[in-house]
């Protein structure tokens, strides 16, 4: 029997009341309809090569071919023990691959170095915005987003010329009759990679934090001045818990994704500066072991995760403890 188009658009309209109706009763449904697009993208684009890392990180290369057997000699490599041929820091490290963990460790401590100085950099600078600029904010928040007007790529070679042998710093102590020859410790070592990362993060770090401290109820410090707290006891009783959660959502902005950064010491690191990303690129590029390379991945992953969970534990039980105190 035909269908005749009355027919079919009133089967259309029926359908369409049911999906109105159903998103009308159930919220949750609507919500996850107006999330769908960006979980698709985050499925496709995260957890997708999430999955094919850690498949990969149980095969092993043979050659020019990889063996798909399911086995866990990739991640026994990297913690297999060996003679302490290699010290870090001076303290002996017991491995047969040594230097993958005294990469990760020197990554972790670089990221760590490079948070603790994007954030002291960026908290000064969101407090002149929140609470000494009255006018003009917008303009202000917009200076701010100048330098993500370049590239990357171009900032990080911007500090290679300033810190370079012929660079802008040792030219100017040059002409200045400071120094006689350039100095050679600017550039390729671990502080030209920190402060290269400190540059390339500090003005991701100023909006989180200048948004909470935006938030402050001006009464309170009110209150405490009227109290008698001097300025640095209002600042340290009152302003700095309560942007505590803008310093800890930007430790974890910079902190996270600068342990795996592999641009910035390629360029300004040299031989010294290197860090563990840089380790997983050659793994999959020239050493041609994707697989040891997938197991080194997903291992900082972990560590990664493992140091961020303790942190936020380490942040919550102190709460616990001021809240029963």
């Not at 600068?258 to 910035?264: A, L, N």
């Not at 990664?304 to 942040?315: E, K, Y």
Request: net charge positive; proline share 5%.
């Amino acid at each position: 029997m035909a269908i005749t188009a009355g027919e079919a658009r009133s089967a259309t309209g029926k359908i369409g009341d049911g999906w109105r109706s159903l998103l009308h009763r159930h919220e949750a449904i609507r919500g996850y309809g107006l999330m769908a697009p960006t979980l698709l993208v985050m499925a496709v684009m995260l957890v997708a090569p999430v999955i094919a890392l850690v498949v990969t990180s149980f095969w092993t290369q043979d050659g020019y071919r990889i063996d798909r057997t399911f086995t866990l000699d990739n991640y026994w490599s990297l913690i297999k023990p060996g003679e302490a041929r290699i010290t870090f820091l001076g303290i002996p490290l017991p491995f047969e691959n040594a230097v993958y963990i005294m990469l990760l460790v020197k990554s972790l401590l670089m990221s760590l170095a490079a948070t603790v100085a994007v954030v002291l950099a960026a908290y000064p600078m969101a407090y002149f915005l929140a609470f000494r600029v009255k006018s003009h904010k917008l303009t202000w928040l917009i200076l701010i987003t100048i330098p993500f007007w370049t590239s990357y790529l171009l900032r990080v070679f911007a500090w290679k010329l300033v810190l370079g042998y012929n660079g802008a710093i040792n030219s100017g102590l040059i002409s200045l009759g400071l120094i006689d020859k350039p100095l050679e410790f600017l550039l390729y070592n671990p502080f030209a990679v920190i402060l290269t990362l400190t540059h390339a993060w500090v003005a991701f770090a100023i909006l989180p934090i200048y948004v909470s401290l935006e938030k402050i109820d001006r009464s309170l410090l009110e209150a405490a001045t009227d109290l008698g707290d001097s300025a640095w006891d209002r600042f340290r009783r009152v302003t700095l818990p309560l942007s505590a959660p803008g310093v800890i959502a930007t430790a974890l902005l910079v902190f996270i994704p600068t342990v795996g950064d592999y641009v910035t010491p390629t360029l300004v690191g040299g031989s010294g500066g290197i860090m563990i990303g840089n380790s997983i690129q050659t793994l999959f590029g020239r050493a041609n072991d994707a697989p040891l390379g997938a197991a080194l991945s997903m291992t900082m992953m972990l560590v990664v995760t493992l140091i961020v969970c303790l942190f936020l534990w380490a942040i919550g039980f102190r709460r616990m403890k001021q809240a029963d105190a």
